[in-house]
Each structure stands twice: as structure tokens, then as C-alpha cells.
């Protein structure tokens, strides 16, 4: 990776949140992290250039869920990197996340999160919204 990328995490338990934005910086990335999915839809809408990966959260604070903001990510950049994180919702995740996505259920290595987003990153030939 030439250039630092931009990953924003949805993710509204402020412990949760730090840690995986600490993982993933501490892996190279920037970490936009906000806590609900109407945060995360607005700040995709307004096009923040070169955010190349989503890691979300399913349940959420506010009306909508992690499984809507990864489907309106892949409808700006259909080949953008989605790992979802969650404590009850994984047995959905076939019918519900977006093709070629990543599950970690709660608890989980944070290290393993930023490692299977430079994979995703690797087999998504660096697609970004911008």
C-alpha cells in the first residue's frame, strides 16, 4: 500500500470502537469511526475520497443496521472491502452481508480484523469511494 488507506468503522460501543481504530491504525490504516449508520450513510454520501474499506458493527444505535450500511457502501464501490462485527447476528450473514464479506463475532482479536482487510484489500484491487 503506497498510500495510508481510509477505513471507516461503524461501531456504536465506544470500547469497541477505540480498539479496532487502534488496531487498524496501528496496522497503517486511517480510521474514520463513527456510531451509527445514518453517520456512516452521510459521510459516505458526501464522498470522503478514498475510503477503501468498511468495518461494521450489525446492530446499531439509530434506525438503521450495519447490514444496510455495507449494502449502500457496495452500491458507491462495488468491490469495497465489508467485515462485520457481532454478538448474535452471524447466522443471518448469508442471507443479509454483501458477497465476499468477513464475520468476527464478539469477543475477537482486533489484530485479525486489520489482517483479513489487507487480504480483502488484496483481492479488491484497491476499489475506493471517492
Known amino acids: 500500500m503506497d498510500r495510508i488507506a481510509k477505513v471507516l468503522v461503524v461501531e ?4 469497541v470502537q477505540a480498539v479496532v481504530q487502534q488496531a487498524l491504525e496501528d496496522a497503517g490504516f486511517e480510521a474514520l469511526a463513527v456510531a ?3 453517520e456512516a450513510i452521510e459521510l459516505l454520501r458526501r464522498a470522503i475520497a478514498g475510503v477503501c474499506g468498511l468495518v461494521t458493527d450489525i446492530r446499531l444505535s439509530g434506525s438503521m443496521d450495519g ?8 452500491r458507491l464501490a462495488p468491490a469495497i472491502p465489508v467485515i ?3 454478538g448474535a ?4 450473514w448469508p442471507s443479509e452481508g454483501v458477497p465476499d464479506s468477513v464475520m468476527f463475532m ?3 482479536d482486533p489484530d485479525r480484523i486489520a489482517s483479513a482487510l489487507h487480504r480483502l484489500l ?7 469511494i471517492s
Not at 456504536?12 to 470500547?15: L, Q, S, V
Not at 488484496?122 to 475506493?128: A, C, N, V, W, Y
Open 106 to 108: 464478539k469477543p475477537f
Open 122 to 128: 488484496e483481492k479488491s484491487r484497491g476499489d475506493t
Open 12 to 15: 456504536d460501543e465506544p470500547e
Open 89 to 92: 447476528d452471524a447466522k443471518v
Open 84 to 86: 462485520y462485527v457481532t
Open 67 to 74: 447490514w444496510e450500511v455495507a449494502h449502500f457502501a457496495r
Open 36 to 38: 451509527s449508520g445514518e
